[in-house]
T-cell receptor, first 110, second 117 residues
Framework: GQQLNQSPQSMFIQEGEDVSMNCTSS?????WLWYKQDPGEGPVLLIA?????ELTSNGRLTAQFGITRKDSFLNISASIPSDVGIYFC??????????FGSGTQLTVLP | GAGVSQSPSNKVTEKGKDVELRCDPI?????LYWYRQRLGQGLEFLIY????????KSGLPSDRFSAERTGESVSTLTIQRTQQEDSAVYLC???????????????FGSGTRLTVV
């Protein structure tokens, strides 16, 4: 089946630093989505991307849909303590349901 | 309701017992999905419902797992003869139909944490 390779698996950063994470796949996808999951909660949609090359921002978050349609990255600028959580990329290609990456656990140190 | 509601939020069961997990989707969302999330891992697709179409059961890990949905409302995920490896958080999500142009993003519930002892 379709698989997404998400990296890094975990990150420890200082408050105020920028952070970047990415997802790649051997398959072509039509949609890239980025979710954040807080402890004990379900994932919440952060950014959705629908076109190759698309660059979208949501506050301090910026994500891009790779031009090859096989990758995407998420950047967080000027991190704050509430950015802590697990970030998942997700995508859909031929399948109707979303395929999720394995997640990036982000820890923000004061 | 305003969001996707799942119950119970936590369930501890003895190995070999059956369990039923419930999901109330957002009104108007015709698509409903079940995912499983093992500790420290990503989301594993289980099953997908879209309106009155036949569900996509391709993600169900064994015949001990089944799910039902009546129309475009509540869904139940049933696990029979539970095993310890079934311990996980079971997440339900709903959305507008895939390909409807409504965004493709899901709204997730908070999940049911299942522990099989």
């Amino acid at each position: 089946g379709q698989q997404l390779n998400q990296s890094p698996q975990s990150m420890f950063i200082q408050e105020g630093e920028d952070v970047s994470m990415n997802c790649t796949s051997s398959s072509i996808f039509n949609t890239w989505l980025w979710y954040k999951q807080d402890p004990g909660e379900g994932p919440v949609l952060l950014i959705a991307l629908y076109k190759a090359g698309e660059l979208t921002s949501n506050g301090r978050l910026t994500a891009q849909f790779g031009i090859t349609r096989k990758d995407s990255f998420l950047n967080i600028s000027a991190s704050i303590p509430s950015d802590v959580g697990i970030y998942f990329c997700a995508s859909s290609g031929s399948a109707r349901q979303l395929t999720f990456g394995s997640g990036t656990q982000l820890t923000v140190l004061p | 309701g305003a969001g996707v509601s799942q119950s119970p939020s936590n369930k501890v069961t003895e190995k070999g017992k059956d369990v039923e997990l419930r999901c109330d989707p957002i009104s108007g969302h015709t698509a409903l999905y079940w995912y499983r999330q093992r500790l420290g891992q990503g989301l594993e697709f289980l099953i997908y419902f879209q309106g009155n179409s036949a569900p996509d059961k391709s993600g169900l890990p064994s015949d001990r797992f089944s799910a039902e949905r009546t129309g475009e409302s509540v869904s139940t995920l049933t696990i029979q003869r539970t095993q310890q490896e079934d311990s996980a958080v079971y997440l339900c999500a709903s959305s507008f139909p895939s390909g409807s142009g409504q965004g493709g993003g899901y709204t997730f519930g908070s999940g049911t944490r299942l522990t099989v002892v």
